[in-house]
């Protein structure tokens, strides 16, 4: 069994910064894309940023260059770097990860969600 544990969501003023962790452990081969999604409430969830394995990243226009997309590979670890926060980043934020649980297996594995409130 694969999970995903994200960490590192609150309450936070408009220009300040946040930083999430997403842990996937269990029975991992090898993971490939990982990414944060975001819900607010009544929209649709959306993609804000992915990273390969090869370290290949990616963001949605509202959040480039203040969002940083990292991972760490040794620990299987996603970061998200917010800065300049805004209202409107306001949502839960989901990882995702593309991961192979055998060597020819591979499925996609999400996490239960960290709330980001930025509101003065």
């Known amino acids: 069994q694969v999970q995903l544990v994200e960490s590192g969501g609150g309450l936070v003023q408009p220009g300040g910064s946040l930083r999430l962790s997403c842990a996937a452990s269990?029975?991992?081969?090898?993971?490939?894309?990982m990414a944060w999604y975001r819900q607010a409430p009544g929209k649709q969830r959306e993609l804000v940023a992915t990273v390969t394995d090869s370290g290949d990243t990616d963001y949605t226009d509202s959040v480039k260059g203040r969002f940083t997309i990292s991972r760490n590979s040794a620990s299987n670890t996603l970061y998200l770097q917010m800065n300049s926060l805004k209202p409107e980043d306001t949502a839960v934020y989901y990882c995702n990860a593309k991961l192979y649980y055998r060597p020819n297996r591979r499925a996609d594995y999400w996490g239960q969600g960290t709330q980001v409130t930025v509101s003065s």
């Open positions: 269990g029975s991992i081969f090898s993971i490939n894309t």
